[in-house]
């Protein structure tokens, strides 16, 4: 490990996130950098670049400021609880700190920080983020394969040529619409804490029953997790897809090409799954 100068520790920080051609991770309790504009401006590079940046901060009541920043500066952020490490990792090297990122400490605070020097340290701290704070390397890093056509696009053809499914799809501002002349689903990108593509399809009264009853009979889809709702007031009784893993990507319109393709394939499977079990229903239940 190499020490870092503390009047150096922020500039190393940047140019690791400037240095980044894959990912970026950047483990800090606590945040504060809204007019902190240097720093913003490299991650905004990074977002024109399509190169992935996460926060990992603290989980904590206390901690509403943090993600009301990143929320505002519509930055992806993961929260964990009791976190208290300090580590910026990009797909080359490491740097292990005392300081967060807040503005006040790069101006106020003595901190210290070390940076990786060969491959043996850098796997230990990666190692350490996957088996302590959730991460999934292979997933975080841009692709080397490109989606070459648009997801939604892709989603359509694989319908109609695959599943012969004759669709008619739309885009309404953030919200993927697809009718496949026998139900109607709507995709989106929920942003809560962690951004997670959510689907949507209608199930019939008797279908929701059906299924209520028969939890074993609810489909397998990968990469996602099932759930019914009752409709009430007038609405109708639906099955809700949330994909099991957070994304990079805010909204639908604006898909990460890394991500296309995992969007596409969760969208197309749960469609074919639920029309599937809406022919079957017709002639069982």
């Not at 190169?51 to 993961?78: A, G, H, K, M, W």
């Not at 799809?169 to 804490?193: M, W």
């Not at 209520?212 to 009430?232: R, T």
Request: glycine letters at 2%.
């Amino acid at each position: 490990m190499k020490f870092i100068k503390p009047s150096e520790i922020s500039s190393k920080i940047m140019t690791l996130i400037e240095e980044s051609d894959e990912s970026v991770i950047l483990v800090s309790p606590y945040v504060k950098i809204s007019k902190w504009y240097k720093l913003i401006k490299k991650l905004e590079n990074l977002d024109s670049r399509n190169i992935p940046v996460e926060f990992i901060i603290r989980d904590d009541q206390t901690n509403q400021r943090s993600f009301q920043e990143l929320n505002d500066l519509e930055i992806r952020y993961s929260p964990i609880r009791d976190l208290h490490c300090k580590l910026y990792i990009n797909e080359k090297y490491a740097i292990v700190s005392s300081m967060n990122l807040l503005l006040s400490s790069e101006i106020n605070s003595l901190e210290l920080a070390y940076q990786t020097e060969n491959e043996s340290e850098y796997q230990e701290l990666k190692e350490f983020c996957e088996r302590y704070l959730s991460i999934d390397f292979d997933k975080t890093k841009v692709q080397n394969e490109t989606f070459t056509s648009d997801w939604r696009d892709h989603v359509c053809n694989t319908l109609r040529e695959n599943a012969g499914i004759n669709v008619k799809a739309t885009q309404e501002n953030e919200v993927f619409l697809v009718n496949t002349g026998t139900n109607n689903y709507t995709s989106f990108i929920y942003n809560g804490k962690q951004n997670h593509l959510r689907i949507s399809g209608v199930l019939s009264g008797k279908e929701y029953e059906y299924l209520s009853s028969n939890k074993g009979s609810i489909p397998m889809i990968d990469g996602v997790e099932l759930e019914l709702i009752h409709g009430q007031n007038r609405h109708y009784d639906t099955i809700w897809a949330t994909s099991e893993k957070p994304l990079n990507s805010y909204d639908l319109n604006n898909v990460y090409d890394n991500e296309k393709s995992l969007v596409a394939d969760q969208v197309t499977n749960f469609i074919i799954e639920i029309d599937n079990f809406k022919k079957w229903a017709r002639q069982n239940i």
